[in-house]
Every structure is written in C-alpha cells, then in structure tokens.
T-cell receptor
Framework: NAGVMQNPRHLVRRRGQEARLRCSPM?????VYWYRQLPEEGLKFMVY????????ESGMPKERFSAEFPKEGPSILRIQQVVRGDSAAYFCASSPDKASEQYFGPGTRLTVT | AQSVTQLGSHVSVSEGALVLLRCNYSSSVPPYLFWYVQYPNQGLQLLLKYTTGATLVKGINGFEAEFKKSETSFHLTKPSAHMSDAAEYFC???????????????FGSGTQLTVLP
C-alpha cells in the first residue's frame, strides 16, 4: 500500500509566478490536510479537506492561497503570485476519517527566487 | 487554543546515553498527544501517541513517553541512543472534542537530536 505521495518534491518559482503542489492520499483515505513548515519552525496547519469539500481553512492565508480536493485526482494546494516568504516545506497528510491518525507525505520544498 | 512548547531546539547525547526530549502543552481540555520524527528531506513519521488509558506509551524504535496531566507534559525518552536516532523530533497535540473540523495537529517547533559517537 503506497503511502502519501506528493509532487513535485522540490519546486523553484520566481516571484509572481504560480505554484501548484499535489498530494495523493493513501488508498482508502478521503481526508487530506495541508501543513506548512517555515525554516526553523514546526508545522502549521493550513487546511483540511474531504472529497470536493473544504472543511476547515482556518490556517490558510487570506489571499493568494487556495486548495481543492476533487472527486477524482489529487488534492492541489495553489499559491498565486508567490513571494519570498512563501518559501517553505509544504506537507500533506491523509487519514481515513477525521478521528484517525494522520499519515504524512514527504513534502514539497518550495523555493521562491 | 492549544499550544506546544519544546524545550531545547537542539539536544546532543552520546551513543548509548539516555535521550530525553521535553514537551509541554497548553490546552483547555485533555488533549491527544503525539511525537513525530522527521529525517532530513523526509516527511513525518509517527513515533507514538497518547489518546486515553495508560499514561506511559511505548512507541517504535524503543521510544516511550509519559503523559503527566499535573505537569502538562509529554516528554519523550529512550534509554540508549543510537546513531540512527539523529533526526528532528516534533511534539504535537490535537483536541479530541473538536466538532465539525478535523482534529488538526498543533506542533511544537521541534528538537534536533544529535547523537555523538
């Protein structure tokens, strides 16, 4: 059973470009979480999604950030008009339901130049 | 609101020595507690978790942690450090009574463990 997959593993974007980060949850998992890890800090919750629904986006910046988890395909975290401060590691986690343990992917390391 | 404090951003121990990584939490309700390990350029792997029941929890790789409600602590220990234990360790909490939204994890800032030969 494959674990949580994230791609790309590394992403370099210039300021003002768009970044798209993908997360494929574990088989049978319909709950996806995104976390951001800034340098020298712990992970911070961003958003929680179920298939086709955003359940909790209390940790998402109000502008430029969006997330989706369509009926088919991976969950996407989209960052528009990236700035240097968006440089971080973005982790996705999945679980079969909201009460169960979250399994983390390897992360996408975004560098904004 | 919940918060997690990990005392000591860097801890060094000799191989074979006791490992003690400290975690204190703040929560209005008894939380669920977790320790994760992160190896360089990898995702987080769950070491152990406390939900209910026995307050001494055993995890993988010989690690264990004890939930002490009176001290609001959940320190991670291992009797004898191995070189392969060198990694970053994160303590996290979640609210077991959250309704509607997920049991999002609130993480500490991490402790980098170095094991000296």
């Amino acid at each position: 059973n494959a674990g949580v997959m994230q791609n790309p593993r590394h992403l370099v974007r210039r300021r003002g470009q768009e970044a798209r980060l993908r997360c494929s949850p574990m088989k049978g998992h319909s709950h996806v979480y995104w976390y951001r890890q800034l340098p020298e800090e712990g992970l911070k919750f961003m958003v929680y999604l179920q298939k086709e629904n955003i359940i909790d986006e209390s940790g998402m910046p109000k502008e430029r950030f969006s997330a989706e988890f369509p009926k088919e395909g991976p969950s996407i975290l989209r960052i528009q008009q990236v700035v240097r401060g968006d440089s971080a590691a973005y982790f996705c986690a999945s679980s079969p339901d909201k009460a169960s343990e979250q399994y983390f992917g390897p992360g996408t390391r975004l560098t904004v130049t | 609101a919940q918060s997690v404090t990990q005392l000591g951003s860097h801890v060094s121990v000799s191989e074979g020595a006791l490992v003690l990584l400290r975690c204190n939490y703040s929560s209005s309700v008894p939380p669920y507690l977790f320790w994760y390990v992160q190896y360089p350029n990898q995702g987080l792997q769950l070491l152990l978790k406390y939900t209910t029941g026995a307050t001494l929890v055993k995890g993988i790789n010989g690690f264990e942690a004890e939930f002490k409600k009176s001290e609001t602590s959940f320190h991670l220990t291992k009797p004898s450090a191995h070189m392969s234990d060198a990694a970053e360790y994160f303590c996290a909490v979640s609210d077991p009574f959250s309704s509607g939204s997920a049991r999002q994890l609130t993480f500490g800032s991490g402790t980098q463990l170095t094991v000296l030969p």
